[in-house]
C-alpha cells in the first residue's frame, strides 16, 4: 500500500492562504468602511467636495489591497506601500495638510483593527493580522510623511525659481503684469509698498543666504522676495519705508543700499535701478552708512554717469534755487565758495551775516538740503555745476 503525506500550505506572516484569499476579497468593503468612518468622525473631510472624498477611497482601496501584498512578501514592504501610495502626494497634498493626511491613516488603521480578527482562523493569525495591521500602518505614515516632504521640496525648488524670475523681471525692468501674476502666485500683495536693497551676500552658498534673509524678514514681520545673483544679493521688501535698516544684518560684509520705497511691486523697477546704481557707486563715499539710501547717494551717482541722478539733483536742487531769484542762488554759491564760513560769505556779498542766514535757510526750505552741512554742501555743489553743464549743452 503507497502512503501518501498531505503537503502542509504555505504561511505568510503566519497566515493561510485561505485567509489571505478572504482579505483580498474584503479589501473593497474595508476600503469603504474607513471612508465611512473619516465622514463620520472628522468633521473636516465632510466638507471636502465629492471628488476629493472619491480620491481619498481610491487610494484607501489601494492601501487596503497592498497589505494583502505585504503580508505576502514583508521584505519588499517598503517598495510596496510607496508604489501604493505614490499617488497621495500628487493629489492629497494640494487639498489635504500632512497632520490631516496622517489623521486618514489613523482612522483607517484603527477601522482595520475592529474588521480584521473576523477573518483569523484562530488566535494565531487573530494576532500576527492585529501585528501585521499596525507595522503596516506605520510603513504607510512614513511613506505618506516622506511623499509629502518630497512635495514640498518640490515646490520649495519651483518657488526658489518663481522668486528668481520675480526678482529678475523687477531688475530689468519686465512688463508690469508678468512681475505682478508670478508675484501674487507666491503670496505678495499687490497692493503693498516694496523697497529694493542690495548688497554682498553673506555666504557663498545660496540657499543658506535664503534661508537667513527669509528667517531675519519672519522676525520682522516683512514680506520679501529676494534672490542671490552672483557676488550681489537683492531683496524686495514690503512695508512701509521705517524699519527697513535692519534687513541690513542679513547681507555680508561691504556697503548695502537701499532704493527709494515704491507704492506697489509693480513700480520696484525703479526702486531697484536707483538702488543697483547706487552699489555701483557707493564706493565713492567711504563712509556711507549701512545701509544707505539710494537718493543720499547722488552726487556720486552722478559722477559714475547715471542720468536719473543728473535729472534728480536739477530738478531737486538746482532749479528750485535758481526759480527762487537771483539772491538766494548767489547767496549758496557764495557760500559754498567760501568754504562754508558765514562772515566770508557776508563780506563778499556785501550783506548782513544775518541776512546770510536768513537765505541759506530759504535754501533748505526749498531742496531738503542744509548747506551748512558738510554732506549736503557737497550735495548742493555737485547739483549747481551739473545744472551749469546741462544749461551749456542746451538741455536745461
Not at 484569499?21 to 463620520?40: C, H
Not at 535692519?246 to 538702488?275: I, M, Q, Y
Not at 530738478?315 to 557760500?335: F, H, S
Not at 556779498?349 to 535757510?361: A, G, I, K, M, S
Request: hydrophobic content about 45%; glycine content about 8%; proline content about 5%.
Amino acid at each position: 500500500m503507497t502512503q501518501t503525506s498531505a503537503r502542509p500550505l504555505k504561511k505568510h506572516h503566519g497566515l493561510s492562504a485561505k485567509t489571505l484569499r478572504g482579505l483580498e476579497r474584503a479589501s473593497g468593503r474595508l476600503a469603504s468602511a474607513s471612508v465611512a468612518a473619516m465622514e463620520q468622525r472628522l468633521p473636516w473631510f465632510k466638507r471636502l467636495p465629492a471628488d476629493q472624498r472619491a480620491s481619498v477611497l481610491m487610494i484607501t482601496q489601494t492601501g487596503a489591497a497592498g497589505f494583502v501584498d505585504w503580508l505576502r512578501d514583508s521584505q519588499e514592504a517598503l517598495k510596496l506601500t510607496s508604489e501604493a501610495f505614490r499617488s497621495a502626494p500628487q493629489e492629497l497634498s494640494r487639498w489635504i495638510s500632512l497632520r490631516q493626511a496622517v489623521g486618514l491613516v489613523r482612522m483607517a488603521i484603527e477601522v482595520f483593527e475592529d474588521e480584521l480578527p473576523a477573518f483569523a482562523a484562530d488566535d494565531t493569525e487573530r494576532a500576527a493580522l492585529i501585528e501585521g495591521i499596525l507595522r503596516y500602518g506605520r510603513e504607510i505614515a512614513f511613506a505618506t510623511a516622506n511623499s509629502y516632504a518630497a512635495a514640498a521640496e518640490a515646490r520649495g525648488a519651483w518657488d526658489a525659481r518663481l522668486e528668481a524670475l520675480v526678482v529678475d523681471g523687477i531688475v530689468r525692468g519686465d512688463a508690469e503684469e508678468s512681475v505682478l501674476s508670478r508675484a501674487s502666485a507666491l503670496g505678495w500683495d499687490p497692493a503693498a509698498k516694496a523697497t529694493v536693497v542690495t548688497g554682498s551676500p553673506s555666504s557663498d552658498d545660496p540657499p543658506t543666504v535664503v534661508f537667513e534673509v527669509r528667517r531675519l524678514a519672519a522676525r520682522l514681520g516683512r514680506p520679501v522676495l529676494l534672490s542671490v545673483q552672483g557676488s550681489r544679493l537683492i531683496v524686495v521688501a514690503g512695508g512701509e519705508e521705517d524699519g527697513i535698516g535692519k534687513l541690513s544684518v542679513a547681507f555680508g560684509d561691504g556697503p548695502v543700499v537701499a532704493g527709494p520705497t515704491v507704492a506697489n511691486l509693480g513700480d520696484a523697477h525703479r526702486s531697484a535701478a536707483e538702488a543697483l546704481s547706487g552699489l555701483r557707486a557707493v564706493v565713492g563715499w567711504p563712509g556711507a552708512p549701512r545701509p544707505v539710501r539710494s537718493a543720499d547717494l547722488l552726487p556720486e551717482r552722478a559722477l559714475s554717469g547715471d542720468a536719473e541722478a543728473e535729472r534728480l539733483l536739477i530738478e531737486e536742487i538746482a532749479q528750485p534755487l535758481e526759480n527762487a531769484g537771483d539772491t538766494v542762488l548767489r547767496t549758496v554759491e557764495a557760500y559754498l565758495e567760501s568754504g562754508g564760513v558765514l562772515e566770508t560769505c557776508a563780506k563778499t556779498l556785501f550783506v548782513h551775516p544775518n541776512t546770510v542766514r536768513y537765505r541759506l535757510r530759504r535754501a533748505t526750505e526749498l531742496t531738503g538740503r542744509n548747506a551748512t552741512d558738510p554732506r549736503d554742501a557737497l550735495v548742493m555743489r555737485v547739483a549747481l555745476m551739473i545744472g551749469r553743464l546741462a544749461r551749456a549743452r542746451g538741455i536745461w
